[in-house]
Structures are given as C-alpha cells and as structure tokens.
C-alpha cells in the first residue's frame, strides 16, 4: 500500500480519516497519556510531516546520515553518521541505541548496515517500516516489495528485510512503542563569528594583570638567596665595617700614688 502525499519535500504528507488515532493501546490509556496519531502500519503520523529543506537539505557531495530514536513524541537519542557503518539495536551494552521492547529478535541486531558507500536498512517481520520517497509518496513494506527494493537474508538463523536508502528518503521502523527515524541530513556547519566580537575583554585585563603579578614574583623568587646563612657570612667576611670599642679600666696605683705625695706636703 503507497500512501500519496503532496508533490515534494517540503510539503507535509496527508492522511486518510481513519489513520487517525490508530495504535493506540489500552496501557496508554491507562496511564492518561495524549493520543498520538498514527497510520494503520502504527507509525507516529508526525514522522513525515517535515523533510530537510535549505540548508539541512543533503547532497552527494555533503550528507550525513541521521538516526533519532523516538518514544512516542519523545526523543531519546540522536546520533549523526558521516560514513556508512554497522548501526546496533537491543538490550546488549555495546549496541549504539539500547531498547527493550516486544519484536527484538535478540539483544544485538543491525538495523543499519554499510553497502560499500551507502547504507541498508534492515528489519524483521516483527518490525514495521514506511519509507517516504522524494516526491513525498509513503511507501509501505507491501509497496516496497512490489518495487523490488526489498532484499532478504537469513543472518545468524533470523530472516533479515533490508532497503538501500536514497539521498532524499525519510524511513521509521517501528519496533514495539519506539520508532527509529532514518534520513540523510547536510553536515552540521560550526558557526562562524569574527574574533573581537567573541573576546572578553574584562577577563582578558585580569587574566593580564595576574601574569605580570606573578612574572614580578618569580623574579624576585629567583634573585633571593636560598641559604638563610649567607647574609651573615658576607656580612662578617669584612671585620673592618665594624666599629672597635675598648673599655680600660684607669690605672688605680697612679692615683694612690698622687694621694700620698699630696699628704706628705702637707
């Protein structure tokens, strides 16, 4: 089944009355969360309504390639690959995207793969995947296989669907309540500002304040003797630029002397 949407892009992707609201469990019900429109395949309805445009929009030559994991309308991961590779998902520590969810067929399974320069999206029977074209149309597993872009494969004994994804396709592969978003995207570009307008001209005073300060300390660290000794010993190595004072006791036979040679005159 080809859902048609509106010519290119841009343009957001309609849906059919009765596409509304699908999928919606009763357990989600229960805990009182909003509806979440969906299609008859169970996929978020809002997953197509927007495409890159402008700058984000991908080319040959500049295109990375984009997953984001969604829970509902929440997202909890995204992760850009510049190059094709081996994207894992499951309960396993080592896989990129960790899920629990009804439908894995173990705890590690690659739901991107590299094709010499491109990359395959792969799933299983358990899994749902719609993949939006270039000219807007969504394509479902049903439409996919009358296309003959579908190829299986039976990888460690479990039946593997993969898609070789175009430069302009959008793909969500729904497994259990978490959906994965697949597109290329243009390289993130780092923004560009002269450097006056980014320079702190306060922190850049203090910053230079502080290393003359400590430049003035060092220096005067440097010039100070390190033994405490070695003022006094330059100091007592020259005996001459001390002041020599001697105290003498006067001479006591001398005034006794002139005592008795005043009496006998008398």
């Known amino acids: 089944m080809t859902h048609q949407g509106n010519s290119g892009d841009n343009e957001p992707t309609t849906r059919r009355p009765e596409d509304r609201g699908a999928g919606l469990s009763a357990e989600h019900a229960h805990m009182g969360l909003p509806d979440v429109e969906r299609d008859e395949a169970g996929i978020p309805t809002f997953v197509f309504k927007e495409a890159p445009r402008g700058s984000d929009r991908p080319s040959q030559e500049k295109k990375t390639l984009e997953v984001s994991m969604l829970w509902r309308e929440s997202v909890l991961g995204v992760v850009n690959y510049p190059a094709p590779q081996a994207v894992h998902i499951g ?3 080592q896989n990129e995207f960790r899920v ?3 439908g894995m067929p173990g705890e590690r399974f690659p739901i991107l793969s590299a094709d010499a320069k491109d990359f395959l999206v792969n799933w299983t029977d358990a899994m749902t995947i719609e993949v939006r074209d270039a000219e807007g149309h969504i394509h479902d597993r049903a439409a996919l296989d009358k296309q003959h872009k579908v190829t299986e494969a039976q990888v460690d004994g479990i039946k593997r669907n993969s898609y070789k994804l175009g430069l302009y396709d959008k793909v969500a592969v729904q497994v259990g309540d ?3 978003v697949i597109q290329y995207r243009a390289p993130v570009r780092m923004a560009e500002s002269p450097l006056l307008k980014t320079m702190d001209f306060y922190f850049s005073k203090v910053m230079s304040l502080s290393l003359i300060a400590h430049i003035f300390f060092l220096i005067a660290v440097s010039i100070t003797p390190s033994d405490p ?4 010993e330059d100091l007592f ?3 001459n630029r ?3 004072l001697v105290l003498k006791e006067p001479d006591k036979t001398k005034k006794n002397e ?3 040679a005043g009496k006998k005159e008398e």
């Not at 000794?229 to 006094?232: E, T, V």
């Open 91 to 93: 309960d396993d520590l």
């Open 242 to 244: 001390f002041a020599k």
């Open 229 to 232: 000794l070695g003022l006094s």
């Open 237 to 239: 190595k020259n005996p």
């Open 178 to 180: 978490i959906t994965f």
């Open 258 to 260: 002139q005592k008795f």
């Open 100 to 102: 629990v969810a009804e």
